[in-house]
């Protein structure tokens, strides 16, 4: 789950113990760090979603960027340029994002993303 507020991606077992996946929860931090575990860095994470192999997909809506987060805790951003906004279409950090605030990856690995301030639903491949 996206914990908003605390900048941090937590993950919830099914016997419902809490523990931080991914993230600093330092305050939240604009430079978008990739990283592993407490090393990286979000800023209002909004959209989560879980893909069939167990990599999570999140919307760093703040940062204006698409990261995933693998089952070890490593995050790594696959779009948008951290703190460039824009509308543009692209291959990794070419892409701009304006405040993606949700997401979802469809069977195929298809990545859709709602981009709030643009407006947009936009769609990539991984």
Same mark, same amino acid.
């Given at each position: 789950m996206c914990d908003h507020g605390n900048h941090v991606i937590r993950k919830i077992t099914a016997a419902g113990v809490v523990t931080t996946l991914a993230g600093s929860g330092t305050g939240g931090s604009s430079d978008g760090t990739d990283? #592993?575990? /407490? #090393?990286a860095s979000f800023h209002f994470p909004s959209g989560i979603s879980v893909d069939g192999a167990g990599t =999570?997909? =999140?919307a760093d809506t703040d940062n204006q960027l698409i990261r995933t987060v693998s $089952? &070890?805790? /490593? /995050?790594t951003t696959i779009g948008g340029f951290?703190?460039?906004m824009g509308a543009t279409n692209g291959v990794g $950090? &070419? &892409?701009r994002f304006f405040n993606p605030?949700?997401?979802a990856v469809g069977s195929n690995g298809d990545v859709y993303v =709602?981009? @709030? @301030?643009n407006f947009?639903? @936009?769609k990539g491949t991984r």
């Open positions: 990283g #592993t575990g /407490v #090393t =999570v997909y =999140v $089952s &070890a805790g /490593v /995050v951290v703190g460039q $950090s &070419a &892409a605030k949700d997401i =709602v981009d @709030r @301030r947009l639903i @936009r």
